[in-house]
């Protein structure tokens, strides 16, 4: 534990020193230290099966995206300056300044002293969003400006575009959404996680059909989703958990595998969690960020660089993110 304090300190003063780590980067002693860069949480997360409370810093990449100081939707972090959430969050965008995204946070209700709130420059609907029934149910959050990484606040891997989710790997839905329809999370409103295995679409498309007596499914299952949970129902993501990460260990890196987009109710039998698949998006989210890495799932492949998420700081703009008043 205080080793890994030790790493997350000296990634807090590295990212404040711009030039210096480009240069550094070069160097073969800081390989090792670029490939913490991305999906790599101080805190371990792989004890757990059941839907529960997160340790603070499991999960640094999660963020609450909010409108007029309410939450609406999660999101992940995935440089210092985007944020990928749900298309359906942002429908209909409304003043883009009354936006917020809170970072670092652990109780929704209490952020806490390492939690940011930054404002929001731009939102970015993925064009094939057309409504509840189609695909690219994606959206890329610009904040006003960057932030610096710290122990809880770091951002996730993506996958490129071949890596492959098998059905029945185990991977971790994050929220602060809604314990069961309608049911809030009770305060502090601590950030809840829950380990779902990956369904092939071909069983999620079959599920959905089971009780359907031959009407047409409640929402295709398009090639862009992907889907996780399970068939018996009981635990899934849920309503205020959209836009939110599902993350999976490939590489010994978390990425991000989907997107937290849908589901007939929440936990019902039959009806597994529906997610924006990643892999999917690779070429879209390069057109807003040409030098971001994906990881590939094969050996020699490193987690993206340190350079391509750090960037410099705007300290000019750095009152548009400040330390959240409890
Ligand atoms: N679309 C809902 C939201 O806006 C919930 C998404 C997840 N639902 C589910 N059953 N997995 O928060």
Known sequence: M????????????????????????????????????????????????KGQDTVEGEFPWQVSLQWKGVHVCGGSLITDEWVVSAAHCFYQVRNLSQYQVVLGAHQLLNPGPNSRT????????????????????????????????????LPICLP???????PGKRC??????H?????????????????????????????????????PPYREIQDDMICAGYAEGMKDA???????????????????AGVV????????????????????????IREYIPNLEFVKDSNGQEPRDRADIKGQNHREKEFMCFDKKE
Not at 33 to 48: D, S, Y
Not at 123 to 135: D, F, K, L, M, V
Not at 204 to 212: A, G, H, I
Request: positive net charge; glycine residues 10%; contains cysteine.
């Open 2 to 49: 205080g080793q890994q304090r030790a790493e997350t300190s000296g990634f807090c003063w590295v990212s404040r020193m711009g030039a210096l780590v480009l240069l550094a980067g070069l160097i073969g002693a800081q390989r090792s230290e670029a490939t913490k860069a991305c999906g790599q949480p101080p805190v371990n997360l792989n004890r757990i099966v």
């Open 118 to 153: 930054c404002l929001v420059q731009r939102i970015i609907n993925n064009p094939h969003y057309a409504g509840r029934t189609t695909s690219g149910d994606i959206a890329l959050v610009h904040l006003a400006t960057r932030v610096n990484f710290t122990g809880y606040i």
């Open 160 to 166: 490129d575009a071949s890596v492959f989710f098998p």
């Open 172 to 177: 971790w839905v994050t929220g602060w959404g």
């Open 179 to 215: 314990l069961r329809s309608w049911v809030d999370l009770p305060p502090p409103q601590t950030l809840q996680k829950l380990q779902v295995p990956i369904i092939d679409s071909k069983t999620c498309r079959s599920l959905y059909q089971t009780n359907m007596q031959g009407r």
């Open 238 to 256: 849920c309503n205020g958990d959209s836009g939110g990460p599902m993350v999976c260990l490939v590489n010994e890196a978390w990425v991000l």
């Open 261 to 284: 987009s849908w589901g007939e109710g929440c936990a019902n039998r039959n009806r597994p969690g529906v997610y924006s698949r990643l892999t999917s998006y690779q070429n879209w």
